[in-house]
């Protein structure tokens, strides 16, 4: 969830006027000064990301703007393209080779608004695993436990809430099979403020749907809530997703850089304390900005990471473990322009991707499959 300031004009005048700051959070060594396009006000400032025509901005004590990337100078607005285009270059030299079972995808394309206007900050998105073709999602922090459903045309089939259970700050959603049934994830992993030490992943079986009547109940009890700390440090975190052959979980941080963490959390043994924190162990540092959602494959070959502006794909062999895949330089994926968004999932098929955003009205986009295998 991004910190969002309303009304505002300029540039300079952004700061004073309630930018959200963060205790115990030292400056950044990259603090550049950013000067309006008039050539006053100024700000000094690190570059944290730029999409949709918007550019966002830290100041040395810790809070968060953002500015239309055309009200800054020429040489701010430069600086921004050259240095998002040099990341690119970057990524795209360490990248992998397209190999036979590579997917290569086409321009996304919106599918639908969605009607349901209660849907107003879809910060995940899972297909589901009883009627394909059909979606789940949740809203952001500060808001009912309560999942929605819908389809491929943005009908609003209803919705139900998860029994005994608050929603503080769900970032994600997964959906999995396990022993024959169907079981959604919700990770409850925000942490903007960076003050919590443990966070709640909540299990349930996916609620009963029909593809024209909707949700069929009203609400669904959890099958357990797993409780998690991450290895080295307090984090933030909104990208999160299960492998369902082993239900490893697989999470990545969502960092105000140019680079993100890459954690896995094994699935715990059922006889365990059920109140016991786990460990995300630390697996990777990727070189990508703001990690938002994640999902995995259902052959658990592949992972989904999105950002504000594209997607990362990491493959595991047959072999590898997600440590050692995360740790490779995964192949980036052109997404279409999203306001705020925040999920991606992988649809029935496995392979086609599926977005949205979290700001009304909510959009279904669908990123397609060209081909697979390797390059022509």
């Known amino acids: 969830m991004r910190r969002r300031l309303h009304g505002v004009v300029g540039l300079l005048i952004l700061v004073p006027l309630g930018v959200g700051l963060l205790p115990g959070r030292r400056a950044s060594a990259e603090v550049r000064t950013w000067t309006h396009k008039s050539g006053s006000p100024t700000v000094e400032a690190d570059f944290i990301d730029a999409n949709n025509g918007q550019v966002w901005l830290r100041v040395p004590s810790g809070g968060t703007f953002n500015v239309p990337l055309d009200s800054l100078s020429q040489a701010d607005q430069d600086y921004v393209r050259d240095l998002l285009a040099r990341e690119h270059a970057q990524r795209a030299a360490l990248a992998p080779r397209p190999g036979p ?17 209660q849907l107003d900050e879809s910060s995940g998105l899972a297909v589901s695993r009883r009627a394909p073709g059909l979606f789940w999602s949740h809203n952001d922090s500060d808001n009912d436990a309560r999942l929605y459903l819908f389809d491929r045309q943005g009908r609003d089939l209803g919705w139900c809430f998860v029994k005994d259970t608050k929603a503080f700050d769900w970032e994600d959603i997964a959906s999995f099979t396990a022993e024959g049934k169907p079981y959604l994830l919700i990770a409850d992993t925000g942490n903007n403020n960076l003050a919590a030490a443990v966070h709640m992943l909540h299990v349930l079986e ?9 949700v069929l109940v009203r609400e669904v009890p959890l099958v357990r809530t797993i409780y998690f700390s991450f290895e080295d440090d307090y ?7 299960i492998d369902p052959t082993d239900k490893t979980i697989l999470l ?3 960092e105000r850089g140019r680079e993100c963490h890459a954690y896995v959390l094994p699935w715990p043994k059922e006889k365990e304390d059920v109140k016991k924190a786990h460990v995300a162990r630390v697996a990777a540092t990727l070189r990508l900005r703001q990690a938002t959602g994640l999902d995995v494959s259902p052959d658990g070959r592949r992972a989904i990471v999105v950002t504000y502006n594209n997607a990362f794909e990491f493959v595991r062999g047959e072999k590898d473990d997600w440590f050692t895949a995360l740790a490779r330089p995964p192949r980036e ?5 999203r306001l705020q968004g925040e999920s991606i999932c992988y649809g029935s098929d496995g392979k086609t991707l599926y977005l949205t955003s979290e700001r009304l009205p909510t959009p279904l ?12």
């Open 252 to 254: 990545v941080s969502k």
């Open 206 to 214: 996916e609620p009963p749907v029909d593809p024209q009547r909707g």
């Open 333 to 337: 994926i052109p997404l279409p322009d």
């Open 101 to 117: 079972e590579t997917i290569h995808y086409g321009r996304g394309r919106k599918l639908c608004d969605l009607a349901c206007r």
């Open 235 to 241: 984090r933030n975190c909104e990208a999160v997703g």
């Open 365 to 376: 986009w669908e990123v397609p499959v060209e081909r697979i295998g390797p390059a022509k």
